[in-house]
């Protein structure tokens, strides 16, 4: 066994019998991490409202060799987004950052450009960036930063170069396809031109720079099949969150 600190982000809970709960946290430099709360449903003084979605805490833990969970010594509060969370929609958002996270994040190696794209999409969240535009930003950048997001100027196919002004199609998970790939591919989608401009901005700008990308970044379009569609090919599942978040916001 060994006794472990690190800054975190939590990115769930679930009760464990009667009183425990296992958490998921996303660590600046131990990466994904799963462990046991003891007493975590009744104990204030260790975990207060430390538990809540996104909430970035100092973490204490012990870790068990040859075991999956972890043993949650302490979580102290940092900074809490709670009070964003009681707006429905921003609510459903951050569970749609919190479950890509938990899925993509590695276990146990250091994900320190996601625990600051973690928390610069959170800040941006609660400024007013719109939800739909958080959710698709989270997922351009977490995947580029695991290399699972081919380049936008060429076709993921052929690689043809593909200008601002040229049909581009969704495919995952082989990104952007050029028109003549694309019709070799079933279910691929056009992604807009507002859509791609909204692409070339995320590679670019911070979060709170991206608002105006409201439209282009809604649910049911060419972008949301590249994104999530390449989240959930790689995790192999259905993401179970975006539901939520769609019916508010269709």
């Known amino acids: 066994m060994r006794q472990r600190c690190d800054e975190a982000y939590v990115l769930g809970a679930r009760e464990l019998g009667e009183a425990d709960l296992i958490v998921t946290l996303l660590a600046e430099h131990a990466g994904r991490i799963r462990g046991v709360a003891p007493s ?3 104990s204030r003084k260790r975990f207060g409202g430390a538990l809540e979605p996104l909430s970035r805490v100092r973490a204490s833990w ?3 060799d040859g075991r999956e969970l972890h043993r949650i010594e302490s ?3 940092e900074r809490s987004y709670a009070a964003m969370q009681a707006t429905p929609e921003r609510q459903a958002a951050c569970a749609v950052l919190c479950e890509i996270a938990a899925a993509i994040a590695r276990e146990n190696e250091p994900e320190e450009k ?3 794209l973690t928390g610069a999409v959170a800040e941006a969240l609660e400024e007013g960036l719109p939800p739909w535009v958080a959710v698709r930003y989270f997922e351009y950048w977490i995947l580029r930063l695991h290399g699972l997001l081919s380049e936008a ?3 993921g196919e052929c690689g043809a170069p593909l200008g601002e ?6 495919a995952p998970p082989d990104g952007l396809l050029c028109r003549p790939c694309s019709g070799r591919r079933e279910g691929a989608r056009k992604v807009t031109r507002a859509q791609r401009a909204m692409l070339a ?3 670019t700008k911070p979060p709170r720079e991206v608002v105006a990308f409201e439209e282009a970044a809604r649910a049911a379009g060419g972008a949301e099949l590249l994104l999530r569609g390449t989240i959930e090919r790689f995790v192999e599942r259905p993401l179970r969150t975006y539901r939520h978040l769609r019916a508010l916001l269709p």
């Open 75 to 77: 979580l102290d509060l």
């Open 114 to 116: 996601v625990f600051r």
């Open 165 to 170: 002004d040229d049909p581009a199609f969704a």
């Open 153 to 155: 100027s060429v076709c």
């Open 40 to 42: 975590g449903r009744k």
């Open 201 to 203: 901005a995320f590679a």
């Open 62 to 64: 012990v870790e068990r």
